[in-house]
């Protein structure tokens, strides 16, 4: 039987997305795919390896890819949009997904202000992603 696969979309592909994606994975595999994609990909910030890793997550074999590469071509069960930029610049509606769902994260990328400071910011976009993915997969397999 194939799993549900689940879309992590944002704009570059380069924070948000792909701690999703990696936590996901990491809580989950048995029972989801779990992807990432961006509108303007660009290359995987070098805290977000570097917080990723704090947390016994190699994201060395990943690398940002564009929602083109998914459009019409990965059935998407749910589509999770982790920015606001995204949701302006997605389709409204993912072929096939079934659920929609929006999950806005601060952008760590846009800290400014010293090392500490920006890797503290990294950090906390990371657990407030972590906690809602664990919320998420709580409530799924919570009897209605």
């Not at 010293?114 to 992603?129: K, L, N, P, T």
């Amino acid at each position: 039987m194939n799993k549900p696969a689940v879309l992590f979309l944002c704009t570059k592909n380069a924070v948000r997305s792909q701690m999703a994606e990696a936590l996901l994975k990491k809580k989950a595999a048995e029972h989801f795919d779990a992807y990432s994609a961006g509108t303007e990909p660009k290359e995987i910030h070098h805290l977000t390896i570097q917080v990723m890793s704090e947390v016994g997550i190699d994201l060395s074999g990943q690398r940002p890819k564009d929602l083109r590469q998914y459009l019409g071509k990965l059935a998407v069960r749910v589509a999770i949009f982790v920015c606001q930029k995204a949701e302006e610049k997605c389709p409204t509606l993912w072929p096939g997904a079934l659920t929609r769902l929006e999950w806005p994260f601060e952008d760590p990328a846009a800290c400014q202000g010293g090392e500490e400071e920006r890797i503290a910011m990294f950090r906390f976009v990371r657990d407030q992603i972590d906690h809602k993915i664990t919320t998420w997969l709580t409530e799924l397999s919570t009897p209605r």
